[in-house]
């Protein structure tokens, strides 16, 4: 396929290809690209319960691609042309790229081609919807509202951009469809298409500047939540700790800030400006030693209960202060959707965590290997400050592979800083995702590690090589320490590796 065949296709989640007064009615006939994915088999089953005709293909056969067959949507594998011939509009996501053989053959049969934000934007409609937003937290805080819908009886869908992992150690898939009324979504903000949305509520968990290769600048990324706040319908539910997401809640126009719920650790009478809205304080927090459990009580306003205020006392099993804030936005927002207080925090006791969030993956003559999805500078300095007080005297080795060579070049020193709250750590080749390393030359592992320079109390290397570094981690770990792998890429694969190494070289770890 000529590059002049595709060079007319400009594919932007950014734009929105509905008005906000459209439904689904005015999708027609509708194909999925990559229709087996967890996001994308969600919201395929949703428009077929509404009625819309459905089809998807996909690479391969998955259990997603079964599930979606028994229901009478049919699903083609290996992507071709022909695929999309009957169909009126073409969804993809974000890992479809213009060259695409069924997004050539959609523009040039002029069909309609959306990304697959717009999908869930139509669907939203009818629904008691929310949405996450931030920089981090998203995945975790919308699982803990799924969680608490779930268990409380709401039959919610969900659409979240991970698993979850089960009370049984087994990975529940992010995306269901439900028979309630309440629709729970992760608003990725990476790209801008958070902006279509029209949620009941809300949630924003910080509005740390990231993704600067979409918006340029922190005051564009900032001023993309202010608007993304304005949406909401009913309330917007937003972290006061977090120094950017105070500024976004007082940017917020007065009828918007009206409806706003901020919710933090600082006293209320030190927690500053809040631009008008109510407070949920998050008081008396603390983790049992080295057990990972959580303990803190929810001070909710009338605001939120809709009556006297509540002080709700609240236990969770995933360990870190972040943890608490995240719970403490899922449990507002659920006691806004009419869930009592009390069957909240219940069902929140039970919710193990999203999968790749401080997931234990196996232990080898105690030695530990966690996997985490930590992937910017805030979220590894929460984790290794959670690690701390769950292992308080262990050795904590972290195996890190950076994510997107834009943000590795923009936080190379905030990583640096970060990463240097473990004992050893190895940064390892970038996962590049949609970008190129010719667009970053230089950029790698040692633009963190040069970052490091002068920081004592921890050991920096840079190797490449990802099964290399994960060997050698396995052969400098010892009795009782903890490795981490961390990042957004496919370092979680290297788990396997640790622990095959630490079988085979377990004498080394006596």
Do not use: W
């Not at 070049?409 to 905030?414: D, G, L, Q, V």
Request: with cysteine; glycine share 8%.
């Amino acid at each position: 396929m000529s590059a002049d065949s595709t060079s007319s296709i400009i594919l932007d989640p950014a734009r929105a290809a509905f008005s906000p007064e459209e439904t689904t009615d005015a999708l027609g006939a509708t194909h999925f690209i990559g229709i087996g994915g967890a996001g994308m088999s969600v919201l395929a089953e949703m428009l077929h319960e509404r009625g819309v005709k459905v089809t998807g293909s996909d690479r391969e056969r998955s259990a997603k691609t079964d599930r979606l067959t028994s229901l009478g949507i049919a699903v083609a594998f290996g992507q071709k042309a022909e695929n999309v011939a009957d169909a009126d509009t073409i969804v993809y996501s974000s890992a479809i790229k213009p060259d695409n053989p069924e997004i050539v053959a959609a523009h040039g049969s002029d069909k309609r081609i959306v990304h697959r934000s717009d999908i869930l934007a139509l669907l939203m409609h009818g629904k008691r919807a929310v949405t996450v937003a931030g920089a981090h937290g998203k995945t975790t805080t919308s699982s803990m509202l799924a969680h608490i819908l779930e268990h409380c009886g709401e039959e919610p869908s969900y659409a979240i951009g991970g698993s979850i992992q089960g009370p049984d150690g087994t990975t529940i898939d992010g995306g269901h469809v439900g028979a309630g009324a309440a629709l729970v979504a992760e608003a990725d903000e990476s790209d801008g298409s958070f902006e279509k949305y029209r949620p009941e509520i809300a949630i924003i968990t910080n509005c740390e500047a990231d993704h600067l290769d979409h918006y340029g600048d922190e005051a564009h990324y900032r001023a993309a939540f202010v608007e993304h706040a304005g949406h909401a319908t009913g309330h917007v539910v937003i972290c006061a700790d977090d120094a950017d997401a105070l500024a976004v809640l007082r940017a917020l126009a007065p009828t918007v800030a009206a409806r706003a719920i901020a919710y933090g650790t600082a006293d209320p009478a030190e927690a500053g400006d809040l631009n008008g809205a109510a407070y949920v304080h998050i008081e008396s927090e603390n983790e049992t030693a080295g057990t990972g459990t959580e303990h803190f009580t929810l001070h909710l306003p009338e605001a939120v209960t809709g009556g006297e205020p509540i002080d709700q006392p609240v236990t969770l099993a995933v360990p870190g202060l972040h943890n608490a804030r995240n719970a403490a936005a899922a449990l507002s927002a659920a006691v806004l959707l009419g869930v009592a207080p009390t069957d909240a925090a219940d069902a929140i006791a039970s919710f193990r965590g999203a999968a790749r969030r401080f997931q234990v993956r196996g232990v080898v003559k105690q030695v530990t290997v966690v996997d985490d999805y930590a992937h910017h500078p805030t979220e590894i300095a929460a984790l290794l400050d959670a690690a701390r007080r769950r292992y308080p005297q262990s050795t904590i080795r972290v195996l890190f592979q950076p994510h997107l060579f834009s943000r590795t070049k923009f936080f190379a020193r905030e990583f640096a800083e970060a990463l240097a709250k473990a004992d050893d750590v190895i940064v390892t080749g970038v996962f590049p995702a949609r970008e190129k390393q010719e667009d970053f030359p230089g950029v790698g592992p040692l633009t963190i590690v040069r970052e490091s320079q002068g920081m004592t109390g921890v050991e920096f290397r840079a190797v490449d090589d990802m099964n290399l570094a994960a060997r050698m981690m396995a052969m400098r770990a010892h009795h009782g320490d903890v490795v981490f792998t961390v990042g957004a890429g496919d370092i979680t694969e290297m788990d396997e590796v640790i622990l095959h190494a630490l079988e085979a070289h377990r004498e080394s770890c006596e």
